[in-house]
């Protein structure tokens, strides 16, 4: 698995969905995609190699010299994958929020307490859509409760609703003024999701900010 989730192409929200079933598995494909860099190196200097040997056929040496070029421009993605990993890898992880009581439905209008209930309730059930209009309706009643946007969006991600919670978490963000504790769920949620130029984006710009917003 570990193998697949390094070298194997495929769509990023397939990907972070297998590295949250399978975390030891992610963090091994971690350490072999860390080490992508001196292999591509390598590869570029064989083919090099193929290229200017007396005994290659023709065809062969033009094949070779192309795979080089194409070789080589893989060298910056490589380069910056391993800087974002690195950044990414010192971001707090998001915290699954706690299962609100059991209890029967609020009677109508509800508070913006029970509307994060709700939301919460409703991500922890697949939900999605559900969770994100609850959470997003608290967040309107009272702008104070960014932390529902937060907590849900939190949970979406861990579930693999990756979309609909990095919504939240980046509504979150705006709604708290950037609020240090707002930028880094979101830097987390980016990171879960796979996200990780947002994620070091919102983490630094976490860092930057100071002064009494917090949660």
Do not use: K
Not at 5 to 21: D, I, K, V
Not at 69 to 88: D, Q, S, W
């Amino acid at each position: 698995m570990a193998v697949l989730l390094a070298l194997l192409p495929m769509p990023r929200s397939l990907r972070y969905r297998l590295r949250l079933a399978h975390p030891g598995a992610a963090r091994r494909a971690d350490r072999i995609a860390g080490a992508a860099l001196p292999v591509l190196l390598t590869a570029i200097a064989a083919v090099l190699v193929a290229a200017v040997w007396p005994r290659t056929p023709p065809p062969l040496r033009l094949w070779s010299v192309g795979a080089a070029v194409g070789l080589v421009t893989g060298i910056p993605f490589a380069l910056e994958r391993r800087t974002l990993r690195r950044r990414v890898v010192l971001i707090a992880p998001l915290a699954d929020p706690p299962a609100p009581p059991p209890g029967r439905p609020p009677p109508a209008p509800p508070t913006p307490e029970e509307l994060g209930a709700g939301a919460l309730t409703a991500a922890r059930a697949g939900r999605s859509r559900d969770a994100r209009l609850q959470a997003l309706r608290a967040a309107q009643l009272d702008a104070s409760r960014w932390d529902v946007l937060v907590d849900t969006g939190s949970a979406l991600c861990l579930r693999g609703r990756f979309a609909e919670g990095v919504r939240l978490l980046e509504r979150a963000a705006e709604v708290s003024g950037r609020a240090p504790a707002a930028l880094r769920a979101l830097a987390a949620g980016d990171a879960v999701a796979g996200r990780l130029r947002e994620a070091v984006a919102a983490a630094e710009e976490a860092d930057r900010v100071s002064g009494p917003r917090t949660r």
